[in-house]
């Protein structure tokens, strides 16, 4: 079965600094991935996704994610992180027929002023 | 922006009680989710419902669990007899479609405590 890992519990950055956070993920094919954030008292919200194609996806709120095979990896990135980017994030794939997401554990990002 | 909604936000109820959890998807969604996280843990998918039938479930999802579309807007979750481990943040989400192409958007989530 498809599974994502996050291995990264906690991260904390300077505002205006760069962020990676990491995601591995186990799968045989191809597989599809998400990126989610939740922000305090809000809901999941889809940060990007990749499907196929373009390795480099582009998301909302300045976000990028690469995909790699060689590396199993989905890693998101920003360039430069702001105080609002403080939130929870995680990795999902879905399951073939779309109607499940199994997610990571999660990364906790903290931004210091 | 059209939203998922759900009430309560927080819920407190003694072991052995029953709750239902309730969600208002998006209007024009056809498919529905269930999803928790347990304090500390990965959110965890309980179940998915379309046409008002389970279409996907997990072991989480046991007899203890039920779901229901009672009416045109709201989409429920109701767990009997609950026990201290049912404490958790439950997560209702919708989708248009069924498909890794569409989108699960979230709701804020239901805190539920068990005491």
């Known amino acids: 079965a498809q599974s994502v890992t996050q291995p990264d519990i906690h991260i904390t950055v300077s505002e205006g600094a760069s962020l990676e956070l990491r995601c591995n993920y186990s799968?045989?094919?191809?597989?599809?991935l998400f990126w989610y954030v939740q922000s305090p008292g809000q809901g999941l919200q889809l940060l990007l996704k990749?499907?196929?194609?373009?390795?480099l996806v582009q998301g909302i709120k300045g976000f990028e994610a690469e995909f790699k095979r060689s590396q199993s990896s989905f890693n998101l990135r920003k360039p430069s992180v702001h105080w609002s980017d403080a939130a929870e994030y995680f990795c999902?794939?879905?399951?073939?027929?779309?109607?499940?997401?199994?997610f990571g554990g999660g990364t906790r990002l903290m931004v210091k002023p | 922006e059209p939203e998922v909604t759900q009430t309560p936000s927080h819920q407190v109820t003694q072991m052995g009680q029953e709750v239902i959890l309730r969600c208002v998807p998006i209007?024009?969604?056809?498919?529905f989710y269930w999803y928790r996280q347990i304090l500390g843990q990965k959110v965890e998918f309980l179940v998915s419902?379309?046409?008002?039938?389970?279409?996907?479930k997990s072991e989480i999802f046991d007899d203890q669990f039920s779901v229901e579309r009672p009416d045109g807007s709201n989409f429920t979750l109701k767990i009997r007899s609950t026990k201290l481990e049912d404490s958790a943040m439950y997560f209702c989400?919708?989708?248009?479609?069924?498909?890794?192409?569409?989108?699960?958007?979230f709701g804020p989530g239901t805190r539920l405590t068990v005491t």
């Open positions: 209007s024009n969604h056809l498919y």
């Open positions: 999902a794939v879905p399951n073939n027929a779309g109607n499940m997401l199994t």
């Open positions: 990749y499907f196929s194609g373009d390795t």
């Open positions: 799968y045989g094919a191809t597989p599809y």
């Open positions: 989400a919708s989708s248009p479609g069924q498909g890794v192409q569409y989108e699960q958007y």
């Open positions: 419902f379309y046409n008002n039938e389970i279409s996907e």
